[in-house]
């Protein structure tokens, strides 16, 4: 579930309001505190990667050897995004590298959960997402490969 400016403002509490309807539900609620006076869109997106790994990200799987977590977050308007991420994904395809997850929009659950099972990532993004290229190292040893390659 993801806060709006208006009902955090009036100090509606997003976690309390997750906490009381989960039982009545049969999925998993998350609530994402993500106001539009947190930051700009890319702190928003930030945001809401922090919370779906801390939340949904299993910790007892096992790695996939020569495997790549992508994190590609959906953070400018560049029509043919999509069609980049394909071409990246048969380009590493090509090179016998697996990629376990893609962490970007309608990412299944069943990927995010195994996102700990990846060697490395490779972040797709200037604009969005180095956080959670650092949340899975800290937390999971995923080390981010072409780290701090400067943007053309």
């Known amino acids: 579930m993801l806060s709006a400016c208006g009902p955090e403002i009036v ?3 997003i976690v309390a309001v997750c906490e009381t309807l989960q039982p009545e539900v049969k999925f998993r609620l998350v609530p994402i505190e993500c106001a539009g006076f947190r930051g700009s869109q890319y702190d928003g ?3 809401a ?3 779906i790994l801390k939340e949904l990200v299993k910790d007892d799987v096992e790695k996939v050897p020569g495997s790549v977590c992508l994190v590609a977050p959906h953070a400018n308007a560049n029509p043919t995004w999509p069609a980049d991420l394909t071409w990246m994904k ?3 395809s090509r090179m016998g590298i697996k990629v376990v997850a893609t962490l970007t929009h309608q990412t299944p ?3 995010i959960e195994n996102i700990s099972s990846a060697e ?3 972040l797709l993004s200037h604009d969005a997402g180095q956080r959670a290229a650092d949340y899975l190292f800290a937390e999971y040893g995923i080390e981010q490969i072409c ?3 400067p943007c053309q």
């Open 109 to 111: 659950i069943s990927e």
């Open 120 to 122: 490395t990532s490779l």
């Open 45 to 47: 997106i930030d945001i």
């Open 11 to 13: 100090g509606d509490d």
């Open 49 to 51: 990667l922090d919370t």
């Open 147 to 149: 780290k701090g390659i």
């Open 90 to 92: 048969q380009i590493l």
